[in-house]
């Protein structure tokens, strides 16, 4: 009963709060919250679903590199252990023929040191022969006379230190008398220098005349 009495009561119902037209106006707002909310979750939800396909297909890739990495490394190794076997077999072939070619040279070099034609009783007559043609030929060259006619001037280009007596030293620029003799080679003249002679080799002049 209205506390104002029975004039008041129609003041006093108007006071009261008329919940049933609040509340849908909250269920509104609710619905609209929760609406937006599973929206959120679903596109969440999705993100997620595609981030994990995208992992998992980056898993996979990755697994099969590191199967290939794996296979690939094993395939190096045992290249590389048929190298370093071919390489062990040709050094070890090269080895065998460098003996084989040390034991030829030996034999060669000791059947080579052996003259069959000397006996252990040959004595320092037989050497005589060897050098009997060197007292021949520097008789030969001091004993030689110029010719009549073919004697030529000829200056020395460079120096020259005779070998043994039979070579007459030169100096270079100077002028000396050449000439041939029948017999000797066509490398070397006989070189006359006033009262000594000797021979000379044809590189080392200029022919004068």
Same mark, same amino acid.
């Given at each position: 009963?209205?506390?104002?009495?029975?004039?008041?009561?129609?003041?006093?119902? /108007?006071?009261?709060? !008329?919940? %049933?037209?609040?509340?849908? $106006?909250?269920?509104?707002?609710?619905? @609209?919250?929760?609406?937006?909310?599973?929206?959120?979750?679903?596109?969440?939800?999705?993100?997620?679903?595609?981030? /994990?396909?995208?992992? !998992?297909? %980056?898993?996979?890739?990755? $697994?099969?590199?590191?199967?290939?990495? @794996?296979?690939?490394?094993?395939?190096?190794l045992r290249c590389l252990h048929e190298f370093v076997e071919a390489q062990t077999a040709y050094y070890n072939q090269c080895h065998h023929v460098m003996q084989d070619l040390q034991k030829e040279l030996s034999r060669f070099s000791s059947s080579f040191g052996r003259n069959p034609n000397s006996s252990p009783n040959a004595s320092v007559p037989a050497e005589s022969p060897t050098t009997a043609p060197l007292e021949t030929e520097v008789l030969q060259i001091e004993e030689v006379q110029p010719p009549a006619s073919g004697t030529r001037k000829a200056k020395v280009l460079y120096d020259y230190d005779a070998a043994d007596t039979s070579e007459l030293s030169l100096l270079a620029d100077e002028l000396i008398t050449v000439y041939t003799v029948p017999g000797m080679d066509s490398d070397w003249l006989v070189g006359e220098r006033g009262n000594v002679k000797g021979k000379v080799p044809v590189t080392y002049l200029e022919l004068l005349s």
């Amino acid at each position: 009963m209205c506390p104002l009495g029975n004039g008041l009561f129609g003041l006093c119902f /108007q006071a009261v709060p !008329d919940f %049933q037209e609040t509340r849908p $106006r909250n269920y509104v707002l609710s619905a @609209s919250a929760s609406a937006l909310w599973s929206e959120e979750v679903d596109k969440a939800e999705h993100e997620l679903r595609v981030t /994990q396909t995208e992992f !998992d297909r %980056q898993a996979e890739v990755t $697994r099969l590199l590191l199967e290939g990495i @794996s296979s690939t490394h094993v395939n190096h190794l045992r290249c590389l252990h048929e190298f370093v076997e071919a390489q062990t077999a040709y050094y070890n072939q090269c080895h065998h023929v460098m003996q084989d070619l040390q034991k030829e040279l030996s034999r060669f070099s000791s059947s080579f040191g052996r003259n069959p034609n000397s006996s252990p009783n040959a004595s320092v007559p037989a050497e005589s022969p060897t050098t009997a043609p060197l007292e021949t030929e520097v008789l030969q060259i001091e004993e030689v006379q110029p010719p009549a006619s073919g004697t030529r001037k000829a200056k020395v280009l460079y120096d020259y230190d005779a070998a043994d007596t039979s070579e007459l030293s030169l100096l270079a620029d100077e002028l000396i008398t050449v000439y041939t003799v029948p017999g000797m080679d066509s490398d070397w003249l006989v070189g006359e220098r006033g009262n000594v002679k000797g021979k000379v080799p044809v590189t080392y002049l200029e022919l004068l005349s």
